[in-house]
Structure formats: structure tokens, C-alpha cells
Nanobody
Framework: QVQLVESGGGLVQAGGSLRLSCTASGSIVNINRMAWYRQAPGKQRELVAAITTGGSTNYANSAKDRFTISRDNAKNTVYLQMNSLKPEDTAVYYC???????????????WGQGTQVTVSS
């Protein structure tokens, strides 16, 4: 079992910045991709940004010009720097990691509890 602890959410004015962090702990063997998703009320969860072990990144179109994802493998931590925040960014942000399971022979997804980001007008 892998546990993910997120922090950094909060209430900010439009144009402000937040930095989210997520640290994995527990049965860590081989974490592959790390990512941030978000879910607004009444909407499906969507991928915001992802980063591979090799450092390749991809972003949602709405985030690519304003957000930056990074990771510290030594700390099993992934970050999301969010700049120029807009009210449309308001959502619960979830950390996600993938790890190969020896017992089930498949990639397992793990999710954080979510951290609220609210951007006011």
C-alpha cells in the first residue's frame, strides 16, 4: 500500500500562485508516472499535468502555459507550481502515482485525499 499526502491548496485571488506538493510513503517499490488531476463540482476528473520517471511532462491545454510539474525522486515527492490562477482552476486537486505491483503483475494507481484550490474573482 502506498499513501499520498498532499498539501499547498488554499484560497487565492485571480492572478495569484499556489504550489502543491505530494509525498508518497508506504510500500514504495517502483513509482513510475506521477501526476496531478483535478475535479470541479459536477465535472469529471481531468488530468492537469504528468511527469514520467525520465522527466518528460505533459499538461492539459488550460494549464500548460501557467503550471509547472516537477518531482524529487529522492523524496518521492511531486510538485505543481500554479501561476496566474483563474477562477476556472477552482477544483479539488488530486495527486496520482503509478507503481508496478509484483503480486498482481500490473500497474497500480494510488490517489491522494485531495486538496482544495479556490480562486476568487
Amino acid at each position: 500500500q502506498v499513501q499520498l499526502v498532499e498539501s499547498g491548496g488554499g484560497l487565492v485571488q485571480a492572478g495569484g500562485s499556489l504550489r502543491l506538493s505530494c509525498t508518497a510513503s508506504g510500500s514504495i517499490v517502483n513509482i513510475n508516472r506521477m501526476a496531478w488531476y483535478r475535479q470541479a463540482p459536477g465535472k469529471q476528473r481531468e488530468l492537469v499535468a504528468a511527469i514520467t520517471t525520465g522527466g518528460s511532462t505533459n499538461y492539459a491545454n488550460s494549464a500548460k502555459d501557467r503550471f509547472t510539474i516537477s518531482r524529487d525522486n529522492a523524496k518521492n515527492t511531486v510538485y505543481l507550481q500554479m501561476n496566474s490562477l483563474k477562477p476556472e482552476d477552482t477544483a479539488v486537486y488530486y495527486c496520482n502515482v503509478r507503481q508496478w505491483s509484483i503480486t498482481s503483475q500490473r500497474w497500480d494507481d494510488y490517489w491522494g485525499q485531495g486538496t482544495q484550490v479556490t480562486v476568487s474573482s
